[in-house]
């Protein structure tokens, strides 16, 4: 799979993370309209684009302020400090459990996107306004990790595995919770454990 080196190419050939890249059935062609909307938006306003993690990533004197995503059934633009912005209509979603700051909108049609492009120029202009003021959300208290009862038990028994999983960042530690928690059967999340030790031996995440 091949990795989209700018946004043009995500366009085209989608963020590279599954088999589907580069072929029709890539989700990214579901919202070839609404994405060039997006993507025009934040570039008339005034954002810096890029690509990150394989997605188009708008960027204010390079912080991170906007990632478009494509979905089975919806587009998204997501707002990282999104939690500071003013949504007195509810606009704003938040993507996950997991998530902390990051809000988004999704969108199902392109006149789902016209309805909302107003708000959508808003949020912009304020998340803009967030970055230049050097404005921060505030650290709530984080839960403690759970890890799943496979990947504990595998590492009580590795302790040089256990040491290199605990040197990883609290996301790239989260990313393989999740990944190995996925699994329905103990027998897949059993081999998921497996397959993430040489990545996090060398220290990096699921996504690395």
């Known amino acids: 799979m091949i990795k989209p080196q700018n946004v043009n190419d ?18 990214v062609h579901l919202w070839t309209q609404e994405l060039l909307m997006l993507r025009n938006l934040c570039v008339e306003i005034g954002l810096t684009e890029t690509i990150k993690w394989g997605m188009p990533v708008y960027t204010h004197k390079d912080k991170n302020v906007i990632i478009l995503g ?32 990051t809000r988004l909108i999704k969108f199902k049609s392109i006149s789902d996107l016209l309805e909302k492009e107003s ?25 403690a990790l759970v890890l799943p009862e496979e990947l504990q038990s595998y590492l009580d028994k590795n302790p040089i595995h256990n040491a290199a999983f ?30 993430a030790v040489p990545k996090i031996l060398e220290g990096k995440g699921m996504h690395d």
Do not use: M, Y
Request: contains cysteine; hydrophobic residues 30%.
């Open 166 to 195: 605990q040197k990883l960042t609290p996301g790239r530690q989260r990313s393989w919770v999740i990944f190995i928690s996925g699994a329905k059967q103990q027998s897949t999340r059993e081999s998921r454990v497996l397959k």
């Open 119 to 143: 708000w959508v120029r808003v949020f912009i202009q304020d998340a803009i306004h967030i970055e230049e003021k050097g404005l921060k959300p505030e650290k709530s208290a984080k839960k």
């Open 70 to 101: 494509a979905f089975k059934d919806f587009s998204t633009i997501g707002f990282f400090k999104g939690v500071l912005l003013n949504d007195p209509e509810n606009i704003l979603q938040v993507s996950g459990e997991n998530t902390q700051d």
């Open 10 to 27: 995500f366009l085209q050939d989608g963020c590279g993370r599954c088999a589907k890249g580069g072929t029709p059935e890539c989700k």
